[in-house]
């Protein structure tokens, strides 16, 4: 179904329900987008786009309140008929007994909160952009290192589980294994979670499913992470041709975005962890503005240059 539900935005804000005769999972939230109806309660409709969550300040509280009952029961009448997934007061404001009722003849849901308007508003836009931004599900392993969020891909049983927990055990935290959920928040940030029934558990061959939450604390695991950079596990052939100096960034594409991607060549001996460890690490300074490749290719040139002089 399309959309978020407006008892899930509900449920995860704390909202007050103003009518709970009204199924709050019937009513989906479709953009993210918020609209403050002030010129609405004036009477002008033009261009109005009842698909938003409408959010009651103290300024169309106000407003609402130097009007005389017939001049409010002909607002209601008119902004309520309209197919609004839900209405919110904010700052404690409480809506009167004609705006309950006329919503309820609406199906409108009316819900409230505590929280000030604009403190308000940035956080339903926040968390409806995540709700509402477009998905796709990937096999892989999502671990927090050092801050960056490392995507761990690769056919089934070549040790991602195994690296994922390596890096735990070394102090890092995991987000998601098997199954990673990506949302799209805007052009340069991806974020992955876990779906709920899998959170926090691992899935070792030969061992079975472990907790990792239970076996190591809540300071290894994480409920989100964005995606810096994938990391692609591959069975080692000795006629590839991999990469050694990194002067070229390779990139894989998720959801349209652009991502850092390194293959990574698997055979025995290698410790996984401490090359994720070491890639993670790279990356981050890579975004600081210093690359290690390039600056071997600069001291290379610069001996080079030094020796044709000499001769």
């Not at 009204?22 to 403050?36: A, E, M, Q, W, Y």
């Amino acid at each position: 179904m399309d959309g978020v539900s407006v008892a899930k935005i509900a449920k995860k804000m704390e909202l007050k329900n103003f009518t709970e005769e009204i199924d709050l999972k019937d009513k989906r939230i479709l953009l993210s987008d918020v609209n403050r109806p002030a010129l609405q309660l004036s009477g002008y409709f033009e261009y109005f786009d009842p698909s938003r969550v409408e959010i009651i300040g103290m300024v169309e509280y106000a407003y609402l309140q130097k009007k005389t009952e017939e001049e409010r029961q002909k607002i209601y009448d008119e902004f309520l008929s309209y197919d609004i997934p839900c209405i919110i007061f904010c700052r404690e404001f409480e809506p009167d007994a004609m705006f309950l009722e006329t919503a309820r003849k609406n199906g409108v849901p009316v819900l409230g909160t505590e929280q000030a308007t604009s403190e308000f508003m940035a956080e339903i836009i926040n968390i409806l952009t995540e709700e509402l931004a477009p998905c796709v599900t990937i096999h892989g392993v999502l671990v927090d290192v050092y801050g960056e969020g490392l995507l761990i891909m690769g056919e089934s049983g070549i040790g991602k589980s195994e690296a994922a927990l390596e890096l735990v055990k070394r102090g890092h935290r995991l987000v998601t294994d098997d199954v990673v959920e990506i949302r799209k928040i805007n052009d340069s940030t991806l974020i992955g979670t876990s779906p709920d029934i899998t959170r926090y558990f691992i899935e070792l061959r030969g061992i079975g499913i472990i907790d990792v939450k239970t076996l190591f604390g809540v300071e290894c695991v994480k409920e989100k992470q964005n995606i810096d950079l994938v990391i692609k596990l591959e069975d080692w052939k000795k006629e590839n041709d991999y990469d050694r100096l990194g002067l070229e960034e390779e990139y894989t594409e998720i959801l349209g975005n652009q991502v850092v991607c390194h293959s990574l060549p698997i055979r025995p001996g290698r410790n996984l962890a401490v090359i994720c460890e070491a890639a993670a690490v790279n990356h981050r300074q890579k975004k600081m503005g210093y690359n290690a490749a390039q600056e071997l290719y600069r001291r290379v040139q610069a001996n080079l240059t030094k020796s044709s002089e000499e001769e």
